[in-house]
């Protein structure tokens, strides 16, 4: 996941200090908030004489027209507009080449973005009030996120607002593009340090499974007394995770069927396909993950398995299931 430094969040360094030294720690944007502000080009100007890091500029703005000239005269290579503020979808000069995208407010709904998928290539989840720097984490983005990602599933996914080294593990493990980081980057003596417990796994705990898994409307799961195999094979097809979840009347964990469970059931049946069995294909036992389990647990639960893990089950203390969490972005990387 990359890092977009939010550089109106430092009040200690001067502007060319700063920049050098988020330079130095390969930071992979510099994050400008203006505020229907023109002076900020200035800045731009200036950072442009020292350093060639991206700018990610967040415009926030009911007229972005007056800024066109502008932003030719000094290029930028990601904008972002905010949704709130605009009153009219813009049209988009022929001159400007940056990466274009929306952000959203917490109230606003993901469904929003639809009048500019056409336009934007990205979009911008804002978890706290636009401009404004140490607030904290709205923990129902996660939810939005994957809502946003059923909707649009091309179009890559930023976040803005009270992200730490907690927050940014799990938004790596949701498959975010970039993480735009303020207080937390330059609360510190030591920005070096922030840099690397972003990007690191080992990270405190304040956030559950719970807060971050896929829920229930979100997952497969059959009940096990109606476990057919074509019910099966549907079920793993409509939600696309490669499995799906067996459970019991009062909604207990008994089992799950993969597709490799399907693929060596099939072969052990190659030649009588009319007498699959489901029930000798169900894996009883396997990995799963409490809800109330932090990030730090969840991640030594993990480490301490025999075998790598793609998904887990959640299930609550009474072993009742209550979701998933994924973990293909955290293997395949930046997506």
């Not at 007394?225 to 939600?239: P, W, Y």
Request: glycine share 6%.
């Amino acid at each position: 996941m990359k890092i977009s430094a939010s550089i109106y969040s430092n009040h200690s360094k001067d502007l060319s200090s700063l920049i050098e030294e988020l330079d130095a720690y390969n930071v992979d944007f510099f994050h400008i908030d203006c505020m229907d502000d023109a002076s900020v080009f200035d800045d731009i100007e200036q950072i442009r004489k020292f350093s060639n890091t991206p700018i990610d500029l967040h415009l926030i703005t009911s007229d972005p027209d007056q800024y066109w000239d502008l932003i030719q005269k000094e290029p930028i290579e990601y904008l972002t507009l905010q949704y709130e503020n605009l009153k009219r979808k813009p049209v988009i000069p022929e001159h400007f080449i940056a990466h274009l995208g929306l952000a959203i407010g917490v109230e606003t709904p993901v469904t929003a973005f639809e009048e500019y998928a056409d336009l934007c290539s990205f979009v911008l989840f804002m978890t706290t009030t636009p401009g404004q720097s140490g607030g904290i984490f709205d923990k129902n983005t996660f939810r939005r996120i994957r809502q946003f990602r059923a909707l649009f599933p091309g179009i890559k996914i930023h976040v803005d607002g009270g992200v730490n080294a907690e927050v940014s593990f799990i938004l790596r493990n949701m498959g975010v593009y970039t993480s735009v980081i303020g207080s937390y980057l330059f609360k510190g003596d030591f920005i070096g340090s922030a840099m690397m417990k972003l990007r690191s796994d080992n990270v405190k705990s304040h956030y559950c499974v719970r807060d971050f898994m896929l829920e229930m409307d979100e997952i497969p799961v059959i009940l096990y007394g109606e476990a057919e195999f074509q019910k099966i094979l549907q079920r793993i097809e409509d939600f696309h995770m490669g499995f799906t979840m067996l459970s019991s009347i009062d909604g207990e964990l008994e089992g799950i069927i993969s597709n490799a469970d399907v693929r060596k059931g099939l072969l052990k049946n190659i030649h009588h396909l009319d007498k699959i069995d489901v029930s000798s294909m169900i894996n009883r036992t396997p990995a799963f993950v409490y809800d109330d389990m932090d990030v730090s647990e969840l991640l030594s639960y993990v480490k301490n398995l025999s075998f790598p893990v793609l998904f887990l089950p959640v299930v609550d203390r009474q072993k009742k299931i209550v979701g998933t969490i994924k973990f293909n972005n955290l293997i395949k990387g930046e997506s």
